[in-house]
């Protein structure tokens, strides 16, 4: 089966605010050895949309987000954002266009606050580089947003340490939220707090996505959470986006092995169902790319997978059958 195209969402009419092309990430390893974290990453992120990103630790998520947020410079390839180049060398009117725009929920809510800092000066840092000085308009702003993400005017007085996981990452988004960016990177914003809490920070980000209009790249490694919040997903594995689709079409219609493996380890609520489903484990050798060149193809309407033509014409047979 021929290749249709690179781009995962050729064809789309919905307006695209983030464009991810051919982009690479190396990372040097000693001894004149690289690490290639991203190879060749091509995918579109719509206005209004979660966009879903998973997999296992160390398959490029992270890398990714912080390499679209400039925290990180591109090996090679483009990110475009609102149509504009945000990728190659930055000037100073790019810089401030991504950090106007653009924001980021760091996974860790306690190594990612000051401890040497109140709640107050940490949220409103983002509005002082902004060149806002005035002093009551920062404490008014800074009071407004820790409202709305469920936390007390008067707690902007305190430091990070006085607070829950699950509030510290309420002072993360907040954070985040206080420049009024349209575009957020969620990287893995739950992973460190209780199951308990989780739930909490998922359903504040539903609610203030919804409120603020916001475009949300949220990252993760719980299926269970991501297929909750995400209008589509997309797969990584060791640098390689490996299957993209629709939330409900890629959990009702895996195709590539490697996201079959995930989604059979999701944990089933009940005891009697856990203990007797089938866990499925990737072996990337069954794969046979030096004789066959692999690409990123639509295999049915939106929903793209990695595959060789021989690869592909399994995957189409297979899913004739279900």
Known sequence: MAERSMNPDAGESREKILEIKDLCMEFSSGKKQTVK????????VYK???????????CGKTTLGRTVIRLYNPTSGEILFNGKNISGKLTRADRDYITRNLAMIFQ????????????????????KTRGMKDREALRGEVAAILNKVGLLAEHGS??????????????????ALVVKPSFIIADEP???????????VINLLMDIKREMDLTILFIAHNLAVVKYFSDRIGVMYFGNMVEL???EEL????????????LSAIPQPDPLSERNKQR??????????????????????????????SEMEQYVKELETR
């Open 251 to 262: 959990y009702a219609h895996p195709v590539h092995p490697y996201t079959k493996s995930l």
């Open 280 to 309: 499925l484990y990737y072996d990337p050798s069954i794969h046979h790319y030096d004789s066959e060149k692999p690409g990123f193809r639509e295999i049915r309407p939106g929903h793209f997978v990695y595959a060789s033509d």
């Open 48 to 58: 209004g949309e979660n966009f879903g990103l998973v997999g296992e630790s160390g």
């Open 190 to 200: 739950v992973s460190a707090l209780d199951v308990s809490i989780q739930a909490q």
């Open 108 to 127: 860790d809510p306690i190594s990612s606050l000051n401890p040497r800092m109140t709640v107050e000066e940490i949220i409103a840092e983002g509005l």
């Open 245 to 247: 689709a629709d939330a």
């Open 158 to 175: 305190r430091y990070p340490h006085e607070f829950s996981g699950g509030q510290r990452q309420r002072i993360g988004i907040a954070r």
């Open 37 to 44: 974290a991203l190879n060749h990453v091509t995918f579109d």
